[in-house]
């Protein structure tokens, strides 16, 4: 996006204006602002520590002996690398190279970069504080919702942080509990311009995040704070530095953050802005931002490549860090020989996770690894495969015909409202095999809706194995009967619940016009059929397929069995199957819940560990319990998590693939290639 898309103003109003504002009132013209809600103060006056733009002995790197440069080749050319304003996978990954961190997202946990530690309430420099709120403050009601306090609100009175202890205000003093997080920079973390990265350039950053207004959507802050994102930059109260090296967060009463030791706002150079103008200074954000990670941008050649060098001040130049003097990342389009043949000649020291996947199919990367030809890179990621019951189908589909359907006793449930056949289902089909026939034995197959790798999985889930012989003891127990001793021909119902007798055991199974997951049905078709369960294939466009609308077929919940996938991520999505989550008219049919699963317990855990914070002694519990529940009920059939893939020359070290982390270069500096690698 070019400068001109984006100004400063300055904006006053009163906090029912703001409010407007926020809610939904359109800007005409984009902006940047000041945080609405936000308690601005001056700035103390900060000691700054004695540095030289020349690097010192401490952190200066040894010359090498060669010249070194890797050459990255990237299937696209970033728009924007303003880092509020660059979502896509190739601006990411660049930009590891500019910023290191701040916090990294790897194996399903955060780890800190450029900060002493992450925060914790076990630690104390995470705490709830009590506070007095008034009539017309912005607080953070039971809902989750930002709100000027009024008589009528639901809200958590301090010491309460579930929705059964809320109460209805009407006036009286309340007291509310308000999150407290501080962060502490390392020692000795510069600029790549020699400049001190301080504390308030973390405000500066966090000033830039809640007043940047883009003209596509000038409702919406354009900016991010931690994990949380926009919700969490619209729910703070305050960001402040408190010195040289420390800022605090401060959240509204009543926002309590599951993310909140990732809130340490993203730095920008606040001393840059004495040489530039709002304009001026966003252009440069855009093409070349200042960073303190292990290069500096050096020039941009549009349409060809970016070229980088090593930064002599980056904070772990002591270490040998980075491996190269030099970084060249092309933007190159390839098909699948081309691509491999450049990974040989060295024209393409490794590319990036989306180039591989577009231009190299999973077998041949596999091939061309075993043989030495390349370095084949591989690892689970956050996308897991499941096949959906349609549990509570939509009215029009009652008694029409249609298996999710039949509900002859109007209790509104269909036949996968018996947990059993979901259970006899999920024991057909040997997913497993399907997981390994797809992607050679490198994915496993997930009890839950965590990856088996997750720091909090819970690994007493119950686990439905491939076992036909105890999946047709179940069907044979609800009443769904073989009774012509053929297991290839469609069971007959005599005696289910809701559906008459004589019924056959056919089934749609619906999904997107993919071709993997038409292979997935395909080898799932034939477990099923062995167990004497008929299933008929429709495929439609993704657009039919995920409208958010009640003719969707997924949202609409029109199907019998759905294929598709959702995301997972370091904070357990148990939100996913809560009964208030189900698609309907209420909520714009955009609920997830598609397949109307309703289980009061599960409901329970999963609310628990959402209004918890991680370090509290239930919320692991929680965690757990929801988990279990999720296994036991099974309302979806986790069937394999995707594979995320790289590829690299056959001598790359220290290139690898991360399931949870947002960029493939987070550890860049740490890349080598060569005799350096034995």
Known sequence: ????????????????????????????????????HVTTTTRPTLTLPSYTSTPDSTTTQTPTPEHRTLTIC??????????HNSNSLVAKNILEAIY??????????????????????????????????????????????????????????????????????????????????????????????????????????????????FQEHPDSACGFLGAGGHQTLINTASYAALDVRTTQWLGLPGFLDQTYMTNFAHPLPRHQMQTYTPEEFLSVEERSPLGWGPYIIEKWQPGEYILLSRNPHY????????????????????????????????????????????????????????????????SI??????????????????????????????????????????QAVAMCLDRQAVADSLFFGKSPVPDTYLPPTHPLINPLAIQWSYDPVSAASLLEEIGWLDNDNDPSTPRISIGVTGISDGTPLIM????????????????????????????????????????????????GRLYDMAEFAFLTGVNPPCNLFLSNNIPSAENNWSGQNSSGFIDPAYDAACMQQIQLLPGEAAYTQAVLDAQRIFAEQLPVIPLFLR??????????????????????????????YGESCK
């Not at 594979?643 to 080598?672: H, Q």
């Open 1 to 36: 996006m070019s400068s001109h898309n984006l100004r400063w103003i300055s904006l006053i109003a009163s906090p029912l204006v703001i409010l407007t504002l926020l809610l939904g009132c359109s800007r005409s013209t984009p902006t940047i602002i000041s945080s609405p």
């Open 74 to 83: 990237l299937g696209a050319e970033p728009v924007s690398l303003f880092i």
């Open 100 to 213: 290191d961190g701040p916090i990294d997202s790897t194996d399903f946990s955060y780890e800190p970069v450029i900060l002493e530690k992450l925060p914790s309430l076990a630690d104390g420099d995470a705490t709830l504080q009590r506070v007095s709120v008034k009539e017309n403050g912005f607080v953070v009601n039971d809902a989750g919702e930002m709100v000027l306090l009024r008589p009528g609100q639901v809200v958590r009175p301090y010491g309460c942080n579930l929705s059964e202890c809320a109460i209805t205000w009407q006036g009286e003093a309340l007291e509310m509990a308000q999150m407290s997080v501080t962060f502490t920079l390392k020692q000795n973390i510069r600029w790549s311009d020699g400049k001190p990265l301080i504390a308030d350039d973390s405000v500066f950053g966090f000033e830039i995040a809640s007043g940047c207004r």
């Open 315 to 378: 904070f772990r130049a002591s270490e040998g860090l980075p491996h190269f003097d030099q970084l060249k990342i092309r933007f190159f389009i390839s098909d699948e020989n081309e691509t491999l043949s450049a990974l040989q000649n060295g024209e393409c020291d490794l590319i990036d996770s989306e180039k591989s996947s577009k231009s190299i199919t999973l077998e041949h990367l596999i091939e061309f690894g075993n043989s030495g030809k390349i370095s084949a890179l591989t």
């Open 381 to 422: 990621g956050n996308l897991w495969e499941h096949l959906d019951f349609n549990i509570q189908p939509a009215e029009s589909i009652i008694n029409s015909g249609a298996f999710a359907g039949w509900d002859m006793d109007g209790d509104g449930q269909g036949p996968f409202g018996d947990v059993r056949l979901r």
């Open 508 to 555: 749609n199974y619906e999904t997107s016009e993919t071709e993997l997951r038409q292979q997935v049905f395909l080898m799932l078709a034939q477990g099923l059929a062995a167990c004497g369960i008929q299933v008929n294939l429709h495929t439609y466009p993704s657009m039919e397929f995920f409208s958010t609308d009640p003719l969707s077929r997924v949202y």
């Open 643 to 672: 594979l995320k893939t790289a590829a690299a020359r056959p001598d790359m070290c220290g290139y690898s693939v991360d399931p949870s982390s947002t960029s493939d270069f987070w550890n860049i500096e740490s890349f080598n």
